[in-house]
């Protein structure tokens, strides 16, 4: 690129040469951008841009004469002339291609746009009454009505537990106060071959049958162990009963018709060693087949794939199945296509990941702060979550822990959280957009 000019022998090889490095950077670039590695840019293109400057300069702003030219052609090195019309041809050549490169090079200088997971609308589904919090488990019926229960950290562990019904549009149809039970219940579910009602209590450690009009229970399971913390429920196709125990790092199992609940699994993977908050196994659900349960640990951020066999099912080993879903990963639900859906509770989002490898497909919703109802908008403590219809409900636990365990064990949310008037259901459209590329 230099010597051309400097000898003025074919100098025109000089912004050939130019743009032709110029080419190579602009390609460069392409290729680190498709890559994803931006941190590679700066040298392609400040030299890119260095030798487009130097092809336009030695083609249109100031060219360099051949020593050979004369006025009836140019003369190469041996005395042939080459004719004018040659000649002006090459400069052509070289100035089309050059303008085509520097509309290239314009085209990076403009802002580079980087897809993003398209992550929806969150809309409120519903409002609980004002003095209630902290809404977890959430369940819907044949009919769209939706039942939820809460954490009754505000309250008294004497207290009755508390079970909300709305219809489906989100209105609140009963309050029903669940009478035997304390006020922390986590999860509950309508068992599919009896209609039974199942609500787990996480401070009274037992699943209780409850009849959501008048909220007389009934005990359902028992289980033993130091300090057993229930958490998640779910149902294989024969109704058998599978609650995870997020201190122990068990998964107990009951037939249809209840009783003192066997430890079906237990795992060192489903066990907390991460607080706050030390809870370990959480939400659970097969896959569509009933050949793997996937198990949410909510302190390790991981996802557990147990495989399963056999009639009556019988669990293989536990596996981690993914790292880091997400932040807090709480409930779990499954669709028609095997997709996990994950409620993750500090990242406040639902997160979607495929089923064969763990890949995240989708990423759905987020915390926009506090209305000026004192209501979270969007997702706040992301917890439970259901289908229902075309939506996906999630409860928004809007839990400050550090109020009743101490500030030790404060999370990110937890500021946002003490602000939080009214609690909430959120909805989004159960809809996994395109995977940004």
């Avoid at 037992?206 to 229930?230: N, Q, R």
């Avoid at 406040?348 to 506090?370: C, N, S, T």
Wanted: proline share 8%; aromatic share 8%.
């Amino acid at each position: 690129m230099i010597l051309p000019a400097a000898t003025r022998i074919e100098p025109m090889l000089t912004p050939f040469t130019g743009a032709g490095l110029a080419t190579a950077m602009l390609l460069a670039t392409i290729f680190h951008i498709s890559h994803g590695e931006f941190r590679a840019l700066p040298g392609p293109l400040v030299l890119g841009y260095l030798a487009a400057f130097v092809a336009w300069g030695r083609a249109m702003k100031a060219p360099i004469a051949s020593r050979y030219q004369s006025r009836g052609g140019a003369l190469g090195e041996r005395g042939f002339s080459l004719p004018l019309k040659k000649q002006t041809m090459r400069m052509t050549i070289a100035k089309t291609s050059l303008t085509l490169l520097l509309a290239g090079l314009a085209t990076l200088a403009s802002p580079i746009t980087v897809h993003a997971f398209d992550r929806g609308k969150v809309e409120r589904f519903a409002t609980l009454p004002p003095g209630e919090a902290n809404p977890e488990g959430i369940d819907a019926d044949a009919d769209g009505n939706v039942y939820v229960v809460t954490v009754g950290a505000n309250k008294p562990d004497t207290s009755p537990g508390s079970l909300f019904v709305f219809d489906p549009n989100g209105k609140l149809l009963r309050t029903v106060h669940t009478k035997g039970t304390s006020p922390w219940l986590l999860d509950l579910r309508f068992q599919p071959n009896t209609g039974k009602l199942l609500v787990v209590d996480y401070k009274n450690p037992k699943v209780f049958a409850v009849d959501p009009k008048t909220g007389a229970t009934s005990v359902f399971m028992t289980v033993t162990g130091e300090h057993p913390g229930l958490d998640g429920l779910t149902y294989d196709a024969d109704g058998n009963v599978y609650v995870t125990d997020a201190h122990q790092g068990i998964i107990w199992r009951v037939g249809k018709e209840g009783g003192a609940a066997t430890a079906w699994v237990t795992s060192p993977l489903l066990k907390p060693t991460r607080p706050p908050p030390a809870i370990g196994a959480n939400g659970l659900a097969f896959n569509k087949e009933h050949t793997a349960l996937f198990v949410a640990n909510t302190a390790q951020d991981t996802i557990i794939k147990i495989p399963v066999s056999g009639s009556p099912l019988e669990p293989g080993t536990p596996e981690v199945f993914v790292n880091r879903a997400g932040g807090g990963p709480d409930g779990i639900i499954i669709d028609e296509h095997d997709n996990i859906w994950i409620a993750c509770n500090q990242s406040d989002e639902v997160m979607v990941l495929e089923p064969k490898q763990g890949r995240v497909i989708a990423k759905l919703g987020d915390f926009g702060g506090i209305g000026k109802d004192g209501a979270p908008i969007g997702f706040l403590w992301s917890n439970s979550l259901v289908f229902h219809g075309d939506d996906v409900l999630v409860t928004n636990l809007s839990a400050d822990i550090s109020a009743t365990m101490g500030p030790s064990l404060r999370t990110v949310d937890g500021p946002w959280a003490a602000q939080v008037k009214l609690h909430t259901v959120s909805k989004i459209k159960k809809r996994i957009p395109g995977v940004p590329e």
